[in-house]
């Protein structure tokens, strides 16, 4: 699958800092046979993915839509900004997720060792790959006919 990543609250927290296991998570999804990207309501952030060495697992890296999420989705697709459509989404915000289909992480601010949303994000996903759904709360199904002219 391609899977989209958001960047702020769901990689890194307040401080620029890194989530707890991202770095194992993407480990795992690759060696799962998964592509990952990653976007951000604030436009390409190249150089802070590069700064924190999340480059190496990364195929692409965008902005994100922040409204009109399959329009501007297609668009993005049509204009060349990204090559694939996402096939899975991960963000802390509700709105996105459920217009494109895929789990919804709580927010990760700084400091929380202890966080493990990024390997609830691997199961979600691993569940998903494997039956086509999930049975788990953080999880919303991808809308039927999405990206379908």
Do not use: C
């Not at 307040?14 to 770095?23: Q, S």
């Not at 993915?49 to 501007?72: H, M, Q, T």
């Not at 963000?91 to 217009?99: F, K, L, P, T």
């Not at 400091?111 to 039956?131: A, K, L, V």
């Amino acid at each position: 699958m391609n899977i989209f990543f958001d960047m702020d609250y769901t990689l890194i927290g307040l401080t620029g800092t890194l989530r707890p296991l991202v770095i194992e998570t993407f480990e795992q999804l690759i060696d799962d046979g998964h592509t990952l990207y990653i976007w951000s309501g604030l436009g390409n952030r190249s150089s802070e993915v590069e700064k924190l060495g999340l480059s190496e697992y990364i195929a692409g890296v965008s902005s994100k839509p922040i409204d009109d999420f399959e329009e501007l989705v297609k668009k993005k697709f049509n204009e060349g900004e990204i090559d694939v459509y996402p096939d899975f989404v991960v963000d802390d915000h509700e709105e996105i997720v459920s217009a494109l289909g895929g789990g919804l992480i709580k927010a990760f601010f700084a400091g929380d060792n202890y966080d493990r949303e990024m390997e609830h994000m691997y199961n979600i996903i691993s569940i998903y790959d494997e039956t086509g759904s999930s049975d788990d709360h953080a999880f919303r199904p991808r809308p039927l006919g999405l990206y379908k002219d």
